[in-house]
């Protein structure tokens, strides 16, 4: 009742935002009435589109769902666009009516009001046709040097290759994450960190989509742990599935790993809101670290949040490795990640706790990707000097 309710709040919002773009824009385009009648019918259809898309995969019946869910997300994608330059176009001309009506004259407002109106929809069409070649495009390879005091000399260069958010869903199928796969793999890593939202979807539904993570290899295993939106797709049966395809799920726990005579704590904790779904996998930064030996210095975290790093730097952590964020996907989300999250990409210092949080490997919701590229990151582990 309540998802409903707001549901409808949402699909409410959205017919008052395509109305307030209609207005602002349609009656300043420098067409014929046709084409304003037809940008007007696009934007009726853009309201019955988008909550489609994101319905979509409530739909059983294939192809028809994820064929609905990619119109009504790339819809959204563009409509997201559309709404932003409308209101940047408004700032703008809001700007030149304050100079007109102090310097009368010197500034044409109709040839800006008319050209700015044909702008918008030029420039949303473009964005969404970028931000989709660069979500489709296989995520490249960052690469991230961790300096740590007191590093012992056989973890110098120690490679955690770590993906997250890859939300295999309705647009991200086995191709996608076969590439991702094989580039991981290529990259030979010691360790490889699956920081959560693998999937959008039950398991009957994405089984054979994700069937190519039983591919992942690196010396000392794969590691994995929930993120909020395993939550939402059934997490006991997926923790059950990714142990069928031999990822190691760490659920507020932690393993030794030996590597060349050296030793490293390598722990995870459940999404930092699983509690919501299941008050037994509520996260737990200390308990995910309790019984191991205290004297290995390296202890390094997987938290599909950056949230958890408070807890985490209480707990003693040597390294945070988080997700969620996808760095803010594209304009303007990335300010508003920070509102919720203390770190929305790249690595940052918490009270003597390194967190690098990644932009993510796929996406989520419009395949759009703008100022804020997916990624696989290979972390390194070097040396470094006392703060």
């Known amino acids: 009742m309540r998802r409903s309710s707001f549901l409808v709040r949402l699909i409410l919002i959205g017919i008052l935002l395509h109305i307030y773009v209609g207005f602002r824009l349609i009656p300043d385009m420098p067409v014929g009435t046709t084409v304003r009648t037809l940008a007007g019918l696009w934007l009726v259809l853009s309201v019955l589109l988008i909550p489609l898309g994101m319905l979509a995969r409530t739909i059983k019946q294939q192809p028809l769902g994820d064929r609905l869910a990619w119109v009504g997300l790339l819809a959204m994608g563009f409509f997201s666009s559309l709404l932003v330059l409308t209101f940047a176009r408004d700032l703008v001309l809001a700007s030149l009516m304050t100079v007109d009506a102090i310097w009368s004259g010197t500034i044409a407002l109709a040839r800006w009001r008319t050209g700015t109106a044909a702008a ?35 973890l110098d260069g120690f490679t955690i290759v770590q993906i997250s958010d890859i939300h295999v869903g309705p647009t991200i199928k086995r191709r996608y994450v076969d590439a991702i ?20 979807g039950t398991v009957p539904q994405l089984t054979h989509h994700t069937q190519p993570l039983s591919r992942l290899s690196a010396r000392h295993g794969a590691f994995l742990v929930t993120g909020n939106h395993e939550y939402y797709a059934g997490a006991n049966a997926w923790i059950d599935e990714f142990r069928r395809l031999g990822l190691n799920v760490l659920l507020n726990e932690h393993v030794i790993v030996e590597h060349d005579g050296a030793r490293a704590v390598i722990a995870g904790v459940t999404d930092y809101s699983a509690g919501h779904h299941d008050p037994l996998h509520r996260s737990d930064p200390m308990a995910a670290i309790a019984g191991a030996p205290g004297d290995v210095l390296i202890k390094v975290l997987l938290a599909h949040q950056p949230r958890s790093a408070e807890a985490a730097a209480a707990a003693g952590f040597t390294l945070q490795l988080s997700g969620h964020t996808h760095g803010g996907q594209f304009f303007p989300w990335n ?5 919720q999250q203390p770190f929305t990409a790249g690595l940052a210092r918490l009270n003597g706790l390194w967190v690098y949080t990644s932009r993510g490997t796929g996406y989520w919701g419009p395949p759009k990707r703008l100022g804020a590229p997916s990624e696989i990151t290979r972390v390194r582990l070097v040396p470094g000097v006392p703060d």
């Open 335 to 339: 300010f508003f990640v920070r509102i």
């Open 120 to 154: 918008v929809p030029l420039l949303a069409i473009l964005s969404t046709l970028v931000g989709l070649f660069n979500a489709r495009r296989r995520a490249r390879v960052v690469t991230i040097d961790v300096p740590i005091e007191d590093l012992p000399a056989a």
């Open 181 to 200: 796969v094989d580039a991981v793999n290529h990259l030979k890593p010691d360790l490889i960190a699956v920081t959560g939202d693998v999937v959008d």
